[in-house]
């Protein structure tokens, strides 16, 4: 008995939370394939009707808008927060004093949730409120910085508030990263009298390699279910001008009763997300084949 | 062995209770949690125990009842309906669809709703000629609520016309007081609209536009002027109007910032909670034109077993539609009782007018649906076509673009 228990404990552990996934990931899954492909309105049916809600996805003017907003959002957030949190990490590495208080103080946003980010940089943004009267109380009458505001610039205002809330996360990220490079190597090209830039790019930053796929998988997927901050910071405003995909499939399945609208939407941004990290981890499988 | 003993003395006595006498039995699943809200159902609730009914609360707060109808699809597809949910217009229909409501036509016919209910209203309740629902309240959606003082100071009247509103608007502008107060969501957007809609194209034109979608009126000559009007009344708003909530653009008109608000009569509540009176701080009247747009909140009947329940159930209907309750609730609520025969004695004078026109207007075959609140369209259409006002209002988008993306929105919906 006990030899068996030995032997097959692990299995035995395993197995409830293997079942659970099975069903209440891969098995629902399946569940919303299959309603994307039938006329659900009100509650789910299960006669499929073929493509039919993904025509009518692509032909919403609406979705449009949220697809580019994500493809605005993902690119700028993970480009700028990834810039931004490996210079901090740089500026961090340079044996400073109070390191350890800076490094929480950056790290502190990421504490916050959402909501909360979003919340704040309402008031902050808001022209009435924040920056713009506080500039023109200053005796800078025209000075202008509507974007909330403003259909075409709203969406940066989000890129904004989630780079503030990332780029901590980030860094802490890099920063690890920067401290587990072989002090060896960097005093040898010290040495040599290499200056210290290209110490960075030419030998820590490509050893950091790994660091980054990790950060840009974590930001990525972010991005693509960024939901909390949108309904925060606009509420999807002005007009539908800050939509992503997850407000979209939101309204559709919990405001207007299109479960099959909600379904299709669902497995399109599924589909996005595999195509970031189907690559991610077939190149860490083959990594650990080799 | 005494608690043995008591414990089956109990449950004999819970057994006999419920084979000899069935006592009503209800569940109630409403979104009605805010402070004059959750008062207007406790009145209901005592109404209800004073006639020997239990009644079982289910509030589910949040999302304009969004949180509720999540709640409720869960507890259908669980098979265990509440008894009755705070439902509107085709929402009704569509559940009656699901093959979920029951048939209270029985209690409706006893108590005569069909003589003392608008036939409009009455046509949201009924599911193919058997009675499913029963009416709360009309909210009248096309009001234009005003500061009185400003409108003094600037000499101004009410408008009766888009054009007599606009002249208004411009001359408060040139004096320096924001002409319109709105807040910048999508539903409120939409309740501008739909009032534009109904005062510069007619009764007909809503009803075929928004009501039946017809696609000639929505793209007709009529909506391209709907859609300048909107153009137009962006300029009367504020640059700070995104995402506002419309109680704090009720308060720019009670502060003297802005001049109007266009909104339900639930802006009344706002201002009466201040301590502002009607037609002497400020001012109600309908919107420019003829008809009445109704939003009518009511509570669905679903399909319930057990005697216990079927008779909480006819119970709860036959006290929803009573007179004692149509008053009580109302005047806390805000809005007008949804039959026509409820003394008005108790009501201020918004409501009393809100109960004329509704009368006159249903003579008349203009008391209208709301669309921007769900009362005459489903979910995804009416949804469909928020998206486009919105967008419009919140761009530059061209009237000629808007009428045609109108079109295209509506005929993607189904």
Redesign the interface.
Known sequence: MSEWLENHLPKVVLAPSFIAVLIFVYGFIGWTAWVSLTRS???PKYEIHGFIQYE?LF????WDTAINNLYIFGALFIVIAMVLGLLLAILLDQKIRVEGAIRTIYLYPMALSMIVTGTAW?WIL???LGIESMVQGWGFPNFEF?W??N?DY?IYTIVLAAIWQSSGFVMALFLAGLRSVDGEIIKAAQVDGIPTWRIYTAIIIPSMAPIFLSAFIVLAHLAIKSFDLVIAL????????TDLPATYMY??A?????IG?AASSAMIMMLVVFAIVVPYLYSELRAKND | MKRFAFATVSTLAVVAGSSVVAEPQAEVLHWWTSGGEAKSVAVLQEEFASNGGTWTDMPVAG?GG?AA??AL?AR??AGNAPTAVQLKGP?IQ??YE?GVLADISSVAEAEGWAEVLPASIAGHMMCEGTWCAAPVNVHRIDWIWANADILAANDIEMPSTWEEFNAAAEKLQAAGVIPLAHG???WQ?ATVFEAVALGLGGPEFYQKALVDLDPEALTSDTMIQVFDQMRTMRGYV??????RDWNLATAMVMNGEAAFQIMGDWAKGEFLAAGKKPGEDFLCASTPGDGYLYNVDSFAMFEVEGDDNRAGQELLAKLIVAPNFQEVFNLNKGSIPARTDVALDAFDICAKISAEDMGSTSAGGSLLPSYAHGMAL???Q??AIT?VV??????DMSSADAVQ?LA??VA??Y
């Open positions: 309105k009100l509650l009518r032909d919403s003017p609406r309402k808001n022209p009435g509507d909330l505001v259909p709203a606009t509420g999807g405003g002005p007009g539908y001008a309204a559709m919990f405001s207007r009763g299109d609208q | 999302g969004d109808m999540t699809r259908v597809l929402a569509e559940w699901e910048g969501q999508s957007d504020d640059e700070n109007f995104s995402g489903r979910g995804s009416a949804g998206d919105t967008a419009h209002f919140n761009s993306q295209d929105a993607n919906s």
